[in-house]
């Protein structure tokens, strides 16, 4: 099969790979099609739920029917007699076998003790949290046996919102800490107080988010395998980060990594959710090493629905010279990240003050940011992750100050939007921008987006009937998370083995929820051999045949992971090399490797194929070979040089190395009658450097933008009095339809990553907080004069219609 | 110890099966149990569609019937989906990156056949609507959309190039 020449991928400012010195670009940048494809097509790929094995007992979990109590006697005498009941389990049971959960950042970073079970041993912290496991033959023997188990409760005042967590003197979310306070961050920049008297205009703000939930098709799955004999435990499930989640069972149990095999199976999408610290991937292990049988965990949707994020308010104000330029910028951030669980999900509410003031130059910052604890269930991950609110403030806030500075919100962009030669720049959180390229980025999307069109619309539409609204907005998307101290310790690991028939295997630590990383890694290892990329094969997703790392969080599969793979398959290039130039009597430098070949540069006649040089390698190892290092296999770790731990002169640290950012136009349409929202019409430009898999980057950029979507119109977790999950299904949860939604049209702006070797950045959650913020500006702009008032997202319809009224009044 | 259980008999992918199944089982807990994997569980609520079947020929969420409520009738999943249309359909969702994760392809898939079975030129509102029962939370339904697109238009063309001959 001849490789063809390499395509153009996208506009923008360099050919892809310019700079990137992995040999032909035959394949990066080119849209193939996805690994393994004809299985998903077939439906032959197997999720965790399809690898549940007969006579796997099953699970079902008693969940804390109140928000904040303390556990009395539970009584499981009834459930444990019910048909097909093996066990029922309480914390107390799990305590005496067990250690608690890891918290995924340090312990001693908390107000106060964290020792997490997995079944609540003492203390009900939220409504849904497990209490008491029914272990059965059937999934419905389980379920039925559930209502058997009784619990007393004591009561204790829960705290279900933020401003009573702060109130002095209020009700505690956990008994035992002093503070609902879990962390503070005070981000400062400049001289605020000057700078704001000195301003020709100011505005100020309020904006608060409702809780969002990521909401994967598939559910939460986890099967556990306790190997007696053998001491061992094999656990397979819906996780992206299966050497961490080792890294939680070896602690809980009290057992060797080596003594546990984590494996993940493709996941039926994550979008946050499948991070380490899940109590029942700690519960499952248990149960199977105590009842020494398999044992699985299959979440319901309703389940599913407890993972919650978000919620949070924004109280800032915006200062502008008489020349449009934004001299200062404040704003103070109240989250309520729930209870604390041993995952990672509230980390988003400490994110998010990072990321201002996005991709404007602005001299004078200040953000405060507070995250308290409340008796609502823990955040868990969510694409995102804290930088869609960030982003959507900072637009809100760039419209405001445009209508007191009586100019458009396109040209006070343009004028405070960080030029390209300013990178790398500082942003007063220590986060270091990498690259980027704004201006001409919103250039090309007034060349994608028809905005004198719209606003003919705009004003020929009947204001009293549908209000057509326009919106514009960035996007800013650190990624590549690595903090300090915690597992998410930013750095990830590929071998990469060349086999004796000359095909070659990458094993990695990245993870593949679905997004497509396994293809444009395989991409980029065959350009560095000059092969296929279907003689690159990706294993992932299993801890004794994967090296360690992270696994799949905040886009950095092919950044980490794919950049690991081409340090390591270089190296065994130059081995390979070493042996070709002696087969061809040349110097390895002279040496060209492309479409299955090993040629001299100068001579294309004298070559040899790439298989023929390994297999010499493999054949004659004390002849020809003799001086080449084996195995060929090499394991390389990647850290980004565009992070730094240690703090610089303002105590600050760089814990994301890459910044993707995109811009977006939309234009919405509001029944007055209805409040009903309708987007009709999307464009956006979107820059993550160096483009790997076209067609894998937009399908989840527009995944993204869908998500964005719902997440301002329709997505929100709502809680009863009591701090129940109303929303706990898709009927009252509601996730966009294909009629809800536009086709979304989208253009390539390439700045390559100067710190990344091929020039990457991170791909697959950004274009999130873009679409949340232009559809909100969108509205704010239907709204007319009166869109000033928007001030909570999303916009159901119970919030708009006053918000309607206001405007028509 | 009284479980309701029933003898099912059905025909499943072109097999004729039988399994002594719990009473409360749904279709999709039942045929899941018969080895169908390639129907996907996603809420059990009737909602996601990740669950699609064809129950005598008819798009049905699985989740939906009751296993009892199959005896004696023929169900094709995705596996057992295949045609001129089915393989068409396959082939453009391959093309056209009509899935991510995948978890609601099958029941992507077995609408899209059974869209274009009944109706050969669908407009995108067309296609839109027919699969607005099945929630995909990864691609925002473009790439699913264009690939059912694709599918109509090689399949129009491939139609078009058989009726010629009487056309001129």
């Known amino acids: 099969m001849a490789i063809p020449e390499q395509e153009s991928a996208a506009n923008g400012t360099g050919p892809a790979l310019s700079h990137a010195g992995v040999g032909t670009a035959a394949w990066v940048g080119r849209d193939i099609p996805r690994k393994d494809a004809d299985r998903f097509v077939l439906g032959h790929i197997d999720y965790t739920a399809d690898m549940i094995a007969p006579g796997t007992l099953r699970v079902a979990i008693v969940r804390s029917s109140h928000a904040h109590a303390r556990i009395g006697r539970i009584d499981t005498a009834a459930a444990s007699a019910a048909p097909g009941v093996v066990a029922v389990f309480t914390g107390a049971d799990v305590r005496a076998c067990s250690a608690p959960m890891p918290t995924r950042v340090p312990r001693e970073r908390f107000p106060g003790p964290v020792d997490i079970w997995c079944l609540a041993a003492d203390e009900v912290l939220y409504v849904g949290q497990p209490i008491a496991a029914v272990v059965a033959t059937s999934l419905n023997d389980a379920e039925a046996a559930k209502s058997l188990v009784e619990i007393d409760y004591d009561m204790l005042e829960p705290v ?20 609902n306070v879990v962390a503070r961050d005070t981000i400062r920049q400049g001289d605020l107080d000057r700078a704001f008297q000195a301003a020709f205009r100011t505005v100020g703000g309020e904006i608060s988010f409702g809780s969002g939930t ?181 637009e809100r806030a760039v419209e405001l100050i445009a209508v007191e500075l009586g100019m458009s919100s396109i040209e006070v962009r343009r004028r405070n939007l960080l030029p390209k030669q300013a990178f790398p720049h500082r942003l007063p959180s220590g986060l270091n921008l990498d690259s980027g390229d704004y201006a001409p980025a919103l250039d090309q999307l007034l060349d994608l987006f028809p905005l004198d069109e719209w606003r003919q ?32 310790a930013g750095f990830e690991t590929s071998t990469v083995t060349v086999d004796p028939t000359g095909t070659v295997r990458v094993a990695t630590s990245v993870t593949s929820p679905g997004g497509g990383n396994e293809t444009g890694i395989a991409q980029i290892v065959a350009d560095v051999f000059g092969l296929l990329p279907d003689d690159v094969t990706i294993i992932q997703g299993d801890t004794d045949i994967t090296p360690f790392g992270t696994g ?12 690991a793979a081409v340090l390591a398959a270089r190296e065994l290039k130059s081995r390979v090399a070493a042996c070709a130039a002696t087969l061809l009597q040349a110097e390895p ?219 028509l009044s | 110890m009284s479980r309701p259980s029933i003898d099912l008999a059905l025909r499943l992918d072109h097999r004729d099966v039988v399994a002594h199944v719990d009473g409360r089982a749904l279709l999709i807990e039942a045929i899941r149990d ?44 995705l596996e057992g989906s295949a045609s001129a249309i089915a393989e068409t359909v396959r082939r453009a969702f391959i093309a056209k990156k009509g899935f991510q994760c995948g978890y609601c392809t099958s029941g992507m898939i077995l609408v899209a056949i059974d869209l274009l079975e009944a109706f050969a030129t669908p407009t995108e509102a067309d296609i839109r609507s027919a699969i607005s029962g099945n929630l995909c939370r990864c691609t925002g339904y473009d790439d699913i959309v264009s690939a059912i697109a694709d599918a109509a238009e090689q399949l129009s063309a491939k139609a078009a190039t058989r009726e010629s001959p009487e056309i001129f």
Not at chain 1, 169 to 179: E, I, K, N, V
Not at chain 1, 216 to 240: F, K, N, V
Request: include cysteine; hydrophobic fraction near 45%.
């Open chain 2, 34 to 77: 018969l080895g169908a994997r390639s129907a996907r569980i996603g809420c059990l609520t009737g909602d996601c569609g990740a669950c699609t079947v064809l129950l005598d020929g008819q798009p049905v969420k699985s989740c939906l019937v009751l296993a009892a409520a199959a005896d004696g009738r023929e169900v094709v999943t």
């Open chain 1, 457 to 488: 619309r705009q004003q020929d539409a009947d204001s009293n009937d549908k209000r057509i609204g326009i919106g514009f907005a960035f996007d800013l998307t650190p990624e590549g998370a690595s903090f300090p101290g915690s597992m998410q």
């Open chain 1, 552 to 563: 799949n969080t905040s886009s950095r599969s092919l950044m980490f992971g794919g950049a």
């Open chain 1, 214 to 394: 990521s909401a994967p098709m598939e559910p939460r799955c986890y099967i556990a395998d306790w190997d007696d004999r053998a001491s061992h435990l094999t656990l397979h499930g819906t996780l992206q980060q299966p050497h961490p989640t080792r890294w939680m069972l070896a602690q809980v149990l009290g057992l060797r990594e080596a003594q546990i095999r984590v494996v993940a199976p493709p996941a039926g999408g994550t979008f946050g959710l499948k991070m380490v610290g899940h109590p029942e991937e700690a519960l499952v292990a248990i149960l199977s090493r105590e009842l020494k049988r398999p044992v699985a965990f299959l979440e319901s949707r309703e389940e599913c629905f407890l993972a919650n994020a978000r919620e949070q308010t924004h109280r800032f104000e915006i200062a502008a010279d008489a020349q449009g330029r934004i001299i200062a910028f404040r704003n103070t951030i109240v989250a309520d990240v729930g209870a604390i669980g041993a995952g990672g999900g509230w980390v988003m509410a400490m994110v998010t003050p990072t990321v201002f003031p996005t991709v404007y130059d602005v001299p004078n910052v200040a953000v405060d940011a507070v995250a308290v604890t409340t008796n609502k269930p823990p955040w868990q991950g969510i694409r995102g992750y804290g930088k869609e609110t960030a982003n959507l403030v900072m």
């Open chain 1, 160 to 179: 279900l919102d933020a401003a009573a967590a702060l109130a002095p003197g209020g009700a505690l979310a956990r008994a035992d800490w002093p503070t």
């Open chain 1, 589 to 807: 430098g002279e040496l060209v490797f492309a479409q299955g070949r090993i040629c001299v540069d100068a001579d294309a006649d004298r070559s040899v194929p790439f298989k023929q040089a390994v297999s010499t390698i493999y054949t004659h190892a004390y002849s020809i070979a003799a001086d080449i290092e084996l195995p060929l296999q090499v394991i390389k770790t990647y850290r980004s040089p565009n992070i730094r731990h240690v703090p610089d002169e303002f105590g600050r640290i760089s814990a994301y190395p890459s910044f993707p950012y995109s811009v977006h136009a939309a234009a919405i349409e509001i029944d007055v009658a209805t409040a009903q929202v309708r987007v009709l019409d999307y464009a956006a430009i979107h820059d993550c450097g160096v483009v790997v898999n076209p067609g894998l980057v937009e399908g989840q950029f527009r995944g993204a933008v869908a998500m964005g979507i719902g997440a301002a119109l329709w997505e929100e977790l709502l809680y009863d009095e009591s701090g129940a999950t109303r929303t706990n299904r898709f009927k009252s949860y509601v996730l966009p339809r294909a009629p809800d939604l536009p086709r979304i049209r989208m253009g390539h702006r390439v700045t390559p990553s100067p710190f990344q070797p091929l020039g990457t950045k991170g791909a697959g959650e950004s274009g999130f907080g873009g679409a949340m913020s232009v559809i909100t500006n969108a509205i704010a702009d239907a709204l007319g004069e009166h869109g000033r008032h928007v001030n909570r997202v999303p916009f159901k319809p119970d919030r708009l219609l006053p918000l309607l009224a206001g405007a």
